[in-house]
């Protein structure tokens, strides 16, 4: 009578155990009285949490189990060799849980579950090949294998099953492939999910008439969608081929796919129209077309008919042009929570969107909307959305303070317009939900607002506006944030120290304002914990470098690099179908000579810029301590002494610029050990001394030494006295500077020059020096 509890009518012996998600806590150990229970045939203890235990090995006295789910409950390490002697096994799942699965692996794990039918490994850690035994798995109907490190080629003959149902690879990215040109006979695959993998190829559509759902994203997959083919997909709810390189125009005859609610050909190369057949899809909830060279014009009614439609996105198709020509029936378009209409020629505000009341993200950038923003825009689902772009058009007014109704808001893009005025107050309180405010390239003017405490901002842009007065010290309370860029504004003020109390800052940009002043030391300093990108460049910084500041940038100079990969900040949409956006951080950084506008910044990038200020004094040792520095930039200074011989420890330096200084004394051979050294500049200081040949210093341009007048060598004009001469390029390698024979081509080279007399001459002096010349350039032997 026990809740989970199943026993056998005629035995009373206990054959069932059903205590999945039941609240469980703790781990089982092999003592435990469960492994008593001898006739057990079923044992589903799934969604509980076994405190990070591992699985006992007295799973094996449970000789007759059949079935034994374990999947999320929080279980740990190597999966127990004592499990596969349970030979009875036809089902087994042991997903979501940080187990691995080496010794033993894979194949011989299963080598004793003959009747297997059903094998969830997902996120389990198995880093090994697909084992081709797998395909003499007859009974089996649902292998998944998601995220669980495979690597090596896909036994092709599993695709053979009979009865196989349901396959994932899903998400290991070592896992190559090609799906075979004839499926097993029964049709009976159902769910086939390769995204994230290395399969390649065409896909067999004519062959996949069973599926329901296809997801072949992210992978290598091309080719054409037959449009004579995709009619026999018919029971198709799920297509997703979308980060492909597939080719051609959509075909019309998805139209009539009516069973599809999910439909992404996001990221190919399809060209062509948008099918007007799309518009049959009456059961469709999502539709992904972004990032493809689809052109034509769209007339947006073609979705008013879709009415579950609740995805949309059409970005990034820079030749397609959206119009809405029948604005009588706005209030009948479905109701949206995600529009992407980025890209897409728009002129104005679509005027359906007045009537959009649980819409979570909005893209309208990169499109040609003028005039000011329409007060309507802000009464919009103002209590769901949380992304709004409008980057990059052409608006203009000042920005209302109805901005903050929207009180879900976690994303606002309103960069590079021709907004004006001042920003309302209301926005320092918007930021207990805002994550990233980005105001870049307007006219704002006047404060920059100031933020409530308890914040979540992680990035925070306002270069290029008009921006005066203070940096506003309630940035302090941006305890998360990680990216502040205030370039090209009109701020004034003394260093912001302050800001080093922040724990997650990485990047600081104040470059080009008037922030002035010796940045000494504080009464309290904080030392900027992460920073690794600070640009301080064309202010009016004065006194010492900050040494203080320098030596305690502790992210500079450790050694350990992580993964490659952007610096960004993510965010999850509120929906049920988990998807999310990351959000890049962007700055105009000068490197290797040139200001360049970074829209992506490689999380490898560490940069010191602290150029055309005033500071003075000699450059520290210290420098030399930061050895994850890529650029280092300190020109148009007044900084004297010596270049320090301890920047030759930078060995991941790409960047150095100490031009227009007043430095002195000799290069330090020590920068010859900068193998990646791509940019050098040295010019107009007042240095000595012979360049070092060694390494690429030599072939550095010019340009990167002039103004020095007491520097020599390559490749000045100016060679050092004590320099070798290069060798005449018609001489062998064997005929060094000391041959003799060399040498008397010389003397025959200033015969020619100044007289046959003059010759020998010459010829004699050299004959008393070295009494063995003569006999080695005519062969004589003794």
């Known amino acids: 009578m026990w809740s989970g509890v199943e026993c056998d009518e005629m035995t009373g012996h206990v054959i069932g155990l059903d205590l999945g998600?039941?609240?469980l806590y703790g781990s089982i150990d092999s003592n435990s009285t469960l492994f008593d229970l001898l006739h057990l045939q079923r044992l589903d203890l799934w969604d509980n949490h076994f405190n990070y235990s591992q699985i006992p090995t007295a799973i094996n006295r449970l000789s007759m189990l059949t079935y034994l789910d374990l999947s999320f409950s929080s279980f740990i390490g190597q999966i127990p060799s004592e499990l596969s002697q349970l030979s009875k096994l036809s089902n087994l799942d042991l997903s979501t849980n940080p187990l691995q699965l080496k010794k033993p692996n894979l194949e011989?794990?299963?080598?004793?579950?003959?009747?297997l039918e059903r094998l969830c490994l997902n996120h389990v850690d198995i880093s090994s090949t697909v084992p081709k035994s797998?395909?003499?798995?007859?009974?089996?109907?649902?292998?998944?294998?998601?995220?669980?490190?495979?690597?090596?080629?896909?036994?092709?003959?599993?695709?053979?099953?009979?009865?196989?149902?349901?396959l994932s690879v899903r998400f290991n990215k070592d896992l190559s492939g090609r799906l075979p040109p004839v499926l097993n006979q029964n049709n009976s695959l159902k769910s086939l999910w390769l995204a994230g993998?290395?399969?390649?190829?065409?896909?067999?559509?004519?062959?996949?008439?069973?599926?329901?759902?296809?997801?072949?994203?992210?992978?290598?997959?091309?080719?054409?969608?037959?449009?004579?083919?995709?009619?026999?997909?018919?029971?198709?709810?799920?297509?997703?081929?979308?980060?492909?390189?597939?080719?051609?125009?959509?075909?019309?005859?998805?139209?009539?796919?009516?069973?599809?609610?999910?439909?992404?050909?996001?990221s190919n190369y399809f060209s062509g129209p948008i099918p007007l057949s799309l518009s049959k899809l009456i059961n469709l909830e999502t539709l992904y077309l972004y990032n493809n060279d689809l052109r034509d014009i769209v007339d947006f009614d073609m979705f008013v008919g879709l009415k579950n439609l609740t995805f949309l996105d059409l970005?990034?198709?820079?030749?397609?042009?959206?119009?809405?020509?029948?604005?009588?029936?706005?209030?009948?378009?479905?109701?949206?929570?995600?529009?992407?209409?980025?890209?897409?020629?728009?002129?104005?505000?679509?005027?359906?969107?007045?009537?959009?009341?649980?819409?979570?993200?909005?893209?309208?950038?990169?499109?040609?909307?003028?005039?000011?923003?329409?007060?309507?825009?802000?009464?919009?689902s103002k209590e769901t959305l949380s992304l709004l772009s409008l980057t990059e058009n052409s608006l203009i007014g000042e920005l209302s303070h109805r901005v903050c109704n929207f009180s879900s808001l976690n994303f606002l893009d309103i960069s590079d317009n021709k907004l004006v005025g001042k920003l309302p107050h209301c926005l320092g309180n918007l930021s207990k939900s805002i994550l990233v405010l980005k105001l870049r390239s307007n006219y704002f003017s006047g404060n920059i607002p100031n933020f409530t405490e308890g914040n979540q901002l992680k990035i925070i842009d306002l270069g290029y506006n008009l921006f005066k007065g203070k940096l506003s010290k309630s940035l302090s309370n941006c305890k998360m944030l990680v990216h502040l860029n205030?370039?090209?504004?009109?701020?004034?003020?003394?260093?912001?120290?302050?800001?080093?109390?922040?724990?997650?800052?990485?990047?600081?940009?104040?470059?080009?304002?008037?922030?002035?002043?010796?940045?000494?030391?504080?009464?309290?300093?904080?030392?900027?914990?992460?920073?690794?990108?600070?640009?301080?460049?064309?202010?009016?910084?004065?006194?010492?470098?900050?040494?203080?500041?320098?030596?305690?940038?502790?992210?500079?100079?450790?050694?350990?690099?992580?993964?490659?990969?952007?610096?960004?900040?993510?965010?999850?949409?509120?929906?049920?179908?988990?998807?999310?956006?990351?959000f890049y951080s962007q700055a105009t950084i000068a490197i290797k000579g040139i200001n360049m506008f970074y829209e992506r910044i490689q999380n490898i990038i560490v940069v010191i810029n602290l150029s055309n200020n005033k500071f003075d004094g000699e450059i520290?040792?210290?420098?030399?301590?930061?050895?994850?520095?890529?650029?280092?930039?300190?020109?148009?200074?007044?900084?004297?002494?010596?270049?320090?011989?301890?920047?030759?420890?930078?060995?991941?330096?790409?960047?150095l610029d100490l031009s227009r200084n007043e430095l002195s004394g000799e290069i330090p051979s020590e920068l010859a050990q900068l193998y990646f050294l791509q940019y050098f500049n040295?010019?107009?200081?007042?240095?000595?001394?012979?360049?070092?040949?060694?390494?690429?210093?030599?072939?550095?341009?010019?340009?990167?030494?002039?103004?020095?007048?007491g520097l020599c060598g390559i490749p000045l004009p100016d060679l050092c006295e004590n320099s070798k001469p290069l060798e005449p390029p018609l001489l062998s390698s064997e005929e060094n500077s000391s041959s003799p024979l060399q040498f008397g081509w010389k003397v025959v080279a200033i015969g020619y020059g100044c007289g046959f007399l003059i010759g020998l001459f010459i010829g004699k002096v050299v004959m008393e020096k070295n009494p063995n010349w003569f006999v080695i350039m005519f062969n004589i032997r003794s």
């Open 197 to 266: 993998t290395g399969f390649s190829g065409e896909i067999p559509f004519e062959k996949l008439a069973s599926l329901s759902a296809l997801d072949a994203s992210n992978c290598n997959f091309s080719g054409v969608i037959p449009s004579n083919l995709i009619r026999k997909l018919n029971q198709l709810i799920y297509l997703d081929l979308s980060e492909n390189n597939f080719v051609g125009e959509i075909p019309s005859s998805l139209g009539n796919l009516t069973q599809l609610t999910m439909l992404s050909l996001s």
């Open 682 to 709: 040295v010019s107009y200081n007042h240095l000595s001394g012979p360049i070092p040949q060694q390494n690429q210093l030599a072939k550095f341009e010019r340009s990167s030494y002039e103004g020095n007048l």
């Open 486 to 582: 205030v370039e090209s504004n009109k701020l004034s003020d003394v260093f912001p120290y302050w800001l080093g109390i922040l724990p997650e800052l990485e990047i600081l940009v104040l470059r080009a304002n008037e922030l002035h002043g010796v940045i000494g030391e504080s009464i309290k300093i904080f030392y900027f914990p992460k920073l690794r990108i600070i640009d301080m460049s064309y202010n009016n910084f004065s006194g010492k470098l900050p040494l203080k500041y320098i030596q305690n940038w502790k992210a500079m100079t450790t050694t350990n690099i992580e993964d490659f990969g952007y610096m960004s900040s993510t965010f999850k949409n509120t929906t049920n179908d988990g998807s999310s956006w990351s």
């Open 620 to 655: 520290s040792q210290v420098v030399g301590n930061l050895k994850r520095l890529y650029s280092l930039d300190l020109s148009c200074n007044r900084l004297s002494g010596d270049i320090p011989s301890s920047l030759g420890n930078l060995a991941e330096l790409e960047s």
């Open 21 to 23: 998600s039941s609240f």
């Open 108 to 115: 011989s794990l299963i080598s004793n579950f003959t009747r």
């Open 134 to 166: 797998l395909a003499n798995f007859s009974f089996l109907t649902c292998l998944q294998l998601r995220e669980c490190k495979l690597k090596g080629e896909f036994p092709v003959d599993i695709f053979q099953l009979p009865d196989l149902q349901i």
């Open 315 to 380: 970005l990034h198709n820079y030749n397609l042009s959206v119009i809405v020509v029948n604005p009588g029936i706005n209030e009948t378009f479905p109701q949206f929570k995600e529009l992407g209409l980025s890209n897409c020629n728009l002129r104005n505000f679509p005027v359906f969107l007045r009537h959009q009341k649980r819409m979570e993200t909005l893209f309208l950038d990169d499109n040609h909307i003028g005039g000011p923003i329409p007060e309507w825009l802000f009464n919009i």
